[in-house]
């Protein structure tokens, strides 16, 4: 019975020394978490042709093709990653999935030092910008309570409230010259305010 005792006692001891005991909290448990920085990878043309061009027509798509009736089967035969996986997460859990990721970009889009395709930084700065990836952001949620109620209507309706959110910034900040021009990305100058 001693022995017993004794390697309890042991073992109540490494506990105390080695500070796992009850009410003792490791660094980790008492340190809360810290996110890491956010880091821009791509350019502005990038998060836009990899994240909101394809989400936003998986939205748009919506307004012709019912989500809920599955896509027919091709026989080409392709066993590519793109065939493969193209009807996991899809009908109106793709079309939630999609507008989701339309509103998540807006944070991406404000991430300082990202750059445009010209090489001039995201206006990040200016506030029409700040307002126009709140309107994405709002978008994409809009079209994620749509794409919820699994009604096409509703989808065609909100699809208006999508394009509207990416024209206002495109109006502004993308459809000024060519592709690359050094007008984009820079905020239009203003009007001159009538003469009274």
């Given at each position: 019975?001693?022995?017993?005792?004794f390697?309890?006692?042991?073992?109540?001891?490494?506990?105390?020394?080695?500070?796992?005991?009850?009410?003792?909290?490791?660094?980790?448990?008492?340190?809360a978490?810290?996110?890491?920085?956010?880091?821009?990878?791509?350019s502005?043309?990038?998060?836009?042709?990899?994240?909101?061009?394809?989400?936003s027509?998986?939205?748009?798509?919506?307004?012709?093709?019912?989500?809920?009736?599955?896509?027919?089967?091709?026989?080409?035969g392709?066993?590519?990653?793109?065939?493969?996986?193209?009807?996991?997460?899809?009908?109106?859990?793709?079309?939630?999935?999609?507008?989701?990721?339309?509103?998540?970009?807006?944070?991406?889009?404000?991430?300082?030092?990202r750059?445009?395709?010209?090489?001039?930084?995201?206006?990040v700065?200016?506030?029409?910008?700040?307002?126009?990836?709140?309107?994405?952001?709002?978008?994409?949620?809009?079209?994620?309570?749509?794409?919820?109620?699994?009604?096409q209507d509703?989808m065609?309706e909100?699809?208006?409230?999508?394009?509207?959110?990416?024209?206002?910034?495109?109006?502004?900040?993308?459809?000024?010259?060519?592709?690359?021009s050094?007008?984009?990305?820079?905020?239009?100058p203003?009007?001159?305010?009538?003469?009274?």
């Open positions: 019975m001693r022995s017993l005792e390697v309890l006692l042991c073992l109540c001891l490494s506990s105390v020394a080695c500070g796992t005991g009850p009410g003792t909290d490791t660094p980790a448990e008492s340190a978490p810290v996110a890491p920085a956010a880091k821009a990878h791509g502005l043309l990038q998060v836009m042709r990899a994240i909101d061009f394809p989400n027509n998986t939205i748009f798509d919506t307004q012709t093709k019912d989500p809920a009736v599955a896509p027919e089967k091709s026989d080409s392709d066993s590519s990653a793109t065939s493969r996986f193209s009807g996991l997460y899809g009908g109106w859990e793709g079309v939630e999935n999609s507008a989701l990721a339309l509103a998540e970009s807006a944070n991406l889009l404000l991430i300082p030092g750059l445009c395709s010209n090489g001039k930084p995201v206006p700065d200016q506030e029409d910008f700040r307002k126009y990836t709140q309107g994405l952001a709002d978008a994409g949620l809009a079209a994620y309570k749509a794409a919820q109620s699994k009604n509703a065609v909100v699809s208006g409230t999508v394009a509207d959110a990416c024209a206002m910034c495109h109006e502004v900040y993308r459809d000024r010259g060519p592709a690359g050094p007008e984009r990305c820079t905020a239009a203003s009007a001159p305010a009538p003469a009274q």
